[in-house]
Antibody
Framework: EVQLLESGGGLTEPGGSLRLSCAASGFTFSSYAMSWVRQAPGRGLEWVSA????????NHADSVKGRFTISRDNSKNTLYLQMNSLRAEDTAVYYCAKAVTGNYYFDYWGQGTLVTVSS | DIQMTQSPSSVSASVGDRVTITCRAS??????LAWYQQKPGKAPKLLIYAASSLQGGVPSRFSGSRSGTDFTLTVSSLQPEDFATYYC?????????FGQGTRLEIK
């Protein structure tokens, strides 16, 4: 059974940093691209970042480029999102999502972790 | 960036009704489109990928179609568990973009 379990969310002040983790199980982690998708309270879905299975290729939304970094450790079956220079508008539930083979449809999602940026 | 515009933003319907939700891409994306269902407090669930392919385990009352840059999600006979918010997503190119969502409510 595929499982994705996010952790690392919490409350931080503007300008602060957080690192989210997503522990994966039930599939060959290194064979699949992964993404982070966020959802601000009461709002729609926003794609944040993506990484290839090998970790060689990454993409970030313009809204987080230069502040967020996606990475993965295939030996630990874990996906990460390093978030720096956080802003109030980054407040959201952050989901990790597994991409299907060969493209960026997301067939499995974690339960989400809430990041709150507030003074 | 490719903009995905969903309509309507909300719709009220009854159990047994047929409902159609539309998503228009701002430029050509081929068949690179997915539909998701999200219930309050839960993660999204993949329903349809490649515009019209049904994800495993999804009931056959859900279907998707494409006409040019217009995409449609149809629920043929609404069941109580189908009342939720639906999102389209393009996977043609980065940045990946979602529609703004359509809330399907009970009439």
């Amino acid at each position: 059974e595929v499982q994705l379990l996010e952790s690392g969310g919490g409350l931080t002040e503007p300008g602060g940093s957080l690192r989210l983790s997503c522990a994966a199980s039930g599939f060959t982690f290194s064979s699949y691209a992964m993404s982070w998708v966020r959802q601000a309270p009461g709002r729609g879905l926003e794609w944040v970042s993506a990484i290839s299975g090998s970790g060689d290729y990454t993409n970030h939304a313009d809204s987080v480029k230069g502040r967020f970094t996606i990475s993965r450790d295939n030996s630990k079956n874990t996906l990460y999102l390093q978030m720096n220079s956080l802003r109030a508008e980054d407040t959201a539930v952050y989901y990790c999502a597994k991409a299907v083979t060969g493209n960026y449809y997301f067939d499995y999602w974690g339960q989400g972790t809430l990041v709150t940026v507030s003074s | 960036d490719i903009q995905m515009t969903q309509s309507p933003s909300s719709v009220s319907a009854s159990v047994g009704d047929r409902v159609t939700i539309t998503c228009r891409a701002s430029q050509g994306i081929g068949n690179w489109l997915a539909w998701y269902q999200q219930k309050p407090g839960k993660a999204p669930k993949l329903l349809i990928y490649a515009a019209s392919s049904l994800q495993g385990g999804v009931p056959s009352r859900f279907s998707g179609s494409r006409s040019g840059t217009d995409f449609t999600l149809t629920v043929s006979s609404l069941q109580p568990e189908d009342f939720a918010t639906y999102y389209c997503q393009q996977a043609n190119s980065f940045p990946i973009t979602f529609g703004q969502g359509t809330r399907l409510e009970i009439k």
